[in-house]
């Protein structure tokens, strides 16, 4: 479901309250929660805010839908960016769980996250997305060599490597089936052309070229986006 907002901070507060919702929900039934986010400049106020909510943050374990294959401390690492703007105040009590420990390493850190992903032992309590203009969505580029795989309903890992054919860096993602193996998606959105491309995605039937549809056109998990001229 597409929800419309006002201004930027209207998409934010309801952003925070759905997802400190669905962390307390699933802390209150499991003992804890797992929440992933992904990176870009987009959310550094959605992160700021959810640092300030009043979730019980220890028993939160944060991990990414995706990240770029560089160092830890590189500018266009989404860790970094997690751990600069979320991890702040009580909220870096979370555990948090990042896909890149040796980007010299790609198969190993894609191994090294698919097992402590499955070591989590739970099920994504939330999984916090955004949207390119091409339609991606996590790393899952349009265009990809590995993009088959990422949406294959059948693929058995939780990540993938993803080469971008027209974006810097080799990635680490999320697949679909993964993704949908959430309790909910929420993607943040802004602008008229994202909106027009969310518009094109939501027309079936789904197309590898706006790999997005795949997550629009489901009914298997609660999908909720929420937009902002």
Not at 48 to 59: G, M, T
Not at 119 to 137: C, E, F, R, V, W
Not at 179 to 201: C, D, M, N, P, Q
Request: proline letters at 9%; one cysteine or more; hydrophobic letters at 45%.
């Amino acid at each position: 479901m597409l929800h419309l907002c006002t201004t930027p901070q209207e998409q934010i507060d309801r952003l925070v309250r759905t997802l400190a919702d669905a962390l307390a929900q699933d802390i209150a039934q499991q003992g804890r929660a797992v929440l992933a986010v992904s990176g870009g400049r987009s959310p550094i106020a959605l992160f700021q805010a959810l640092a300030r909510a009043p979730i019980d943050w220890p028993r939160v374990t944060l991990t990414l839908v995706d990240e770029r294959l560089v160092p830890p401390d590189h500018a266009d690492s989404n860790a970094a960016l997690v751990r600069a703007h979320l991890l702040t105040g009580a909220a870096a009590q979370a555990q948090f769980l990042p896909l890149v420990d040796d980007a010299s390493d790609l198969a190993g850190c894609v191994d090294r996250a698919n097992a402590q992903f499955r070591a989590l032992a739970q099920p994504l309590t939330a999984a916090l997305l955004g949207m390119g203009d091409d339609g991606h969505t996590a790393s899952l580029f349009p265009g990809a060599a590995e993009l088959p795989l990422g949406l294959s309903p059948d693929y058995a890992l939780p990540y993938l490597a993803v080469t971008p054919p027209h974006a810097a860096h080799t990635r680490i993602s999320l697949s679909l089936a993964a993704l949908l193996g959430a309790g909910r998606l929420l993607l943040s959105i802004s602008g008229e052309t994202k909106r027009a491309v969310y518009a094109r995605a939501s027309e079936p039937p789904p197309t590898p070229h706006l790999p997005i549809g795949y997550l629009i056109q489901q009914s298997k998990t609660p999908f909720d986006a929420y937009w902002f001229a």
